[in-house]
């Protein structure tokens, strides 16, 4: 008796891919929060040492940063939300209006999948039966009634994500004596978008290693680069 093979368990929800999209704009708006905030308060720490101005310019940092992305958010998934809503009216009234219409053109989407005449017309049937609402949905738009996105919780977690993000560069600065401030805010920041960065891959399936070195390499451009005109504004007496 020979044995069956093991069937690995795969994810087969269709929320999975929701999931995965939300953790990488997680781990995006927390990279923004830190490559942002980091140049912010390294260029106020090419004019001045003094804690005040420091703290004052990253904490408005952190507070425009986390509303402007919830603000944009909110703004993009409001329009995703009432696109997938119309669709979703829009396929309840044909669905009343002319169901055997409906029925054929479900039937032929699967014959275009390669099932044939007879059996589509089945399977079609079938789903109908159950929820022809969810199966038009599925199988013409690729939606889930259930899972229409929510603008305010993308507000939310874009918010948080960016928060998260700043908090570490604020604090790199503004904790070290002010002789080792800039170079342990570089430190922690590299390393904190060395550590996003093999997420962010790890989750999009793409090369650690590109993803990384793009993101450590950007973050140094941009503290090296504000650092810089930080502390031409403070040498020439503008600021």
Request: proline share 4%; hydrophobic share 50%.
């Amino acid at each position: 008796m020979t044995d069956m093979p093991v069937q690995r368990s795969e994810p087969h929800d269709g929320g999975v891919a929701g999931r995965l999209n939300w953790l990488r704009a997680a781990v995006l708006g927390a990279n923004d929060g830190i490559v942002s905030t980091a140049a912010t308060v390294v260029g106020v720490a090419g004019v001045t040492n003094a804690v005040a101005p420091i703290l004052v310019a990253g904490t408005a940092a952190v507070v425009g940063g986390s509303v402007s992305m919830a603000l944009g958010e909110y703004v993009s998934v409001s329009s995703q939300k009432d696109s997938q809503e119309a669709l979703i009216a829009k396929e309840r009234q044909e669905l009343a209006e002319d169901p055997d219409g409906e029925l054929a053109e479900l039937a032929g989407l699967y014959e275009q999948k390669g099932l044939t005449p007879g059996t589509a017309r089945q399977v079609a049937a079938e789903l109908t039966e159950h929820d022809a609402l969810a199966a038009h949905l599925s199988a013409e738009l690729n939606i889930d009634e259930l899972e229409v996105v929510n603008p305010w919780h993308a507000a939310f977690a874009s918010a948080a994500a960016f928060a998260a993000g700043a908090v570490l560069p604020l604090l790199a600065i503004l904790l070290p004596p002010a002789e080792f401030r800039i170079p342990v805010t570089f430190v922690a920041v590299l390393v904190a978008l060395a550590i996003t960065g093999a997420i962010s891959a790890h989750v999009g399936g793409s090369s650690r290693r590109r993803a990384t070195i793009r993101l450590v390499i950007g973050g140094a451009l941009a503290m090296a680069f504000t650092y810089l005109v930080g502390s031409l504004l403070g040498t020439t007496g503008i600021a």
